[in-house]
């Protein structure tokens, strides 16, 4: 059986998964090389088992998102804070003790609890619209924060002092204190009741004590079992080390592990059976690390299967998805003149100017700046639409005879993007940082993107169009959208890379490399 051991930490918290609000969910794409393995192991019918290293109270919720749930997991804080519980459950925030003269107000993103007209606490919630935390105050400033698990209970509170989180407090399902990590110093005290599931009663940092757990782990796995790990240097030394026998591919994945450290590289390499990357090049820098051992390296292109392909040429309208977050208002103002430009001469152009901010005013803001554009330079046929937070599209600038084929959006997580993209006829993403989610998307869905520069995912005329200068986005646009001819070209170029990927050939050449390796 095979084991994989994600990468899912968030950047402000080593050893947290990245838990957000829904309306910040767009803030990090959530989709990588784990998620398009395992997936890969379903599609072939084989076991796959994933092992969580982080403290992540939403993973139930975050596999559902990524129809991975239900499956086999086994996790680190689960174990650490004495959790069994498996099945999904439902905090009704109504159901939590509040003052009986608490009044609530809401806003479009949270819920504000006032006692007269002192904020006492805020509600937050997923992208799923389950109860993740809730703030406590007191004269103005956060005092405590608890953190909620999709399981159906509180998992966690923080005590804030006037600098920021002092202590947090890590429970069971019945509310009973497991560990406390002083967030100052890190250090780790073991709550009485738990000190017989750990060797010490203090630590002196989270790392130590997840590093005995993890040890404690892999000397419970049969030896047989393949680990698939997702490579950061966070991890890599400690997974390697604990080892008792298993099997261990490093997965490799855009910019997760610096490439270019070589002696890190080898430093892993040389206990790896096997090693995966997401592009061509980087299988190269891999084979280049391991020397003379003949380590298989597998380069896999990430394809999210959640993806429908190719619906837009059954739509008369061809839509045009543009994400402009990042865009500076010079290159914003070149790019849409000619996108503008292509529109007055073809009538069923229709473009979708995409931001990742869910807030309405970001939205107003960006519409104001096209509404200029298309002021100033008379352009009198094209009109904006704005959505507002219902997904309904609003009349805002529509010049007399106009109609609102502009229409500006907000794309904030990736459920969003997969309902966007399904009639989608052309990605356009000019940005110098062309958003890596997306690409990966286009080529899910089948849709050529228009990208600034080349990029790992993006072949020139094959799934895509380079332009290299943002004044020759005109071409590209009627490269793809004057007829059906290389727009059928790059669908039939992405099935073809997705199928190199699916019917389980490339599971059971990993199973050969880890067979081939034990004899």
Not at 269 to 294: I, M, N
Not at 369 to 377: F, W, Y
Not at 430 to 449: F, W
């Amino acid at each position: 059986m095979f084991c994989f051991i994600p990468s899912w930490y968030s950047q402000n918290d080593k050893w947290h998964a990245n838990e957000t609000p829904w309306y910040q969910a767009g803030k990090a794409y959530e989709f990588d090389d784990t998620i398009n393995q395992i997936r890969m192991f379903r599609s072939a019918c084989e076991p796959a088992q994933l092992m969580v290293l982080s403290y992540a109270p939403g993973l139930r919720m975050f596999l559902h998102r990524q129809n991975l749930y239900p499956m086999d997991v086994w996790n680190l804080f689960d174990e650490m804070q004495g959790i069994d519980l498996q099945k999904l459950g439902v905090v009704p925030w109504q159901s939590l003790e509040w003052p009986r003269n608490l009044i609530w107000r809401y806003t479009p993103f949270t819920m504000i609890g006032f006692l007269g007209r002192d904020r006492y606490a805020e509600l937050f919630f997923g992208e799923d619209g389950n109860l993740i935390r809730v703030d406590f105050f007191r004269e103005g400033r956060t005092i405590r924060r608890d953190v909620y698990d999709d399981r159906g209970f509180c998992s966690s509170r923080i005590f804030c002092d006037q600098d920021g989180r002092e202590e947090q407090e890590y429970l069971d399902p019945d509310g009973t204190v497991q560990f406390r990590e002083n967030c100052t110093t890190g250090e780790i005290r073991i709550a009485k009741g738990a000190h017989y599931r750990f060797q010490k009663q203090e630590y002196e940092s989270m790392d130590l004590l997840v590093e005995e757990v993890v040890r404690r782990r892999f000397l419970e796995l049969e030896p047989e079992i393949t680990v698939v790990v997702a490579a950061n240097l966070q991890h890599n030394q400690m997974i390697l080390k604990a080892r008792r026998g298993q099997s261990i591919g490093l997965s490799y994945f855009e910019e997760r592990f610096p490439l270019d450290d070589g002696k890190a590289l080898e430093r892993d390499l040389r206990y790896a059976r096997f090693a995966v990357a997401d592009t061509e090049h980087s299988a190269k820098l891999l084979r280049q690390s391991s020397g003379d051992d003949g380590l298989p390296v597998y380069d896999i292109s990430p394809f999210d299967t959640r993806f429908s392909l190719g619906k837009s040429q059954r739509i008369r309208e061809l839509k045009i998805f543009m994400p402009v977050d990042g865009l500076d208002d010079f290159l914003l103002e070149t790019a849409m003149l000619q996108v503008f430009s292509y529109m007055e001469k073809n009538n069923r152009v229709i473009l979708q100017v995409v931001t990742q901010n869910a807030q309405e005013n970001v939205r107003r803001e960006l519409a104001g700046k096209l509404s200029i554009i298309l002021e100033k330079n008379k352009i009198k046929g094209l009109g904006i639409g704005l959505e507002n937070g219902a997904m309904e599209l609003l009349p805002f600038f529509v010049p007399e005879g106009g109609s609102c084929r502009v229409q500006v959006i907000s794309c904030h997580s990736e459920n969003d993007l997969i309902q966007r993209l399904y009639d989608v006829r052309l990605i356009l993403d000019v940005r110098d940082q062309p958003d890596l989610y997306l690409q990966i998307a286009g080529i899910s869905a089948g849709i050529p993107q228009v990208n600034y520069r080349f990029t790992r995912y993006v072949q020139h005329q094959k799934d895509g169009y380079i332009i290299q200068n943002i004044h020759y986005i005109s071409g590209a646009l009627e490269y793809y959208l004057s007829g059906l001819k290389h727009w059928n070209e790059a669908l039939v170029y992405c099935v073809k890379e997705i199928e190199k990927y699916t019917g389980g050939s490339l599971v059971q050449q990993w199973k050969e490399a880890v067979e081939d390796d034990a004899k």
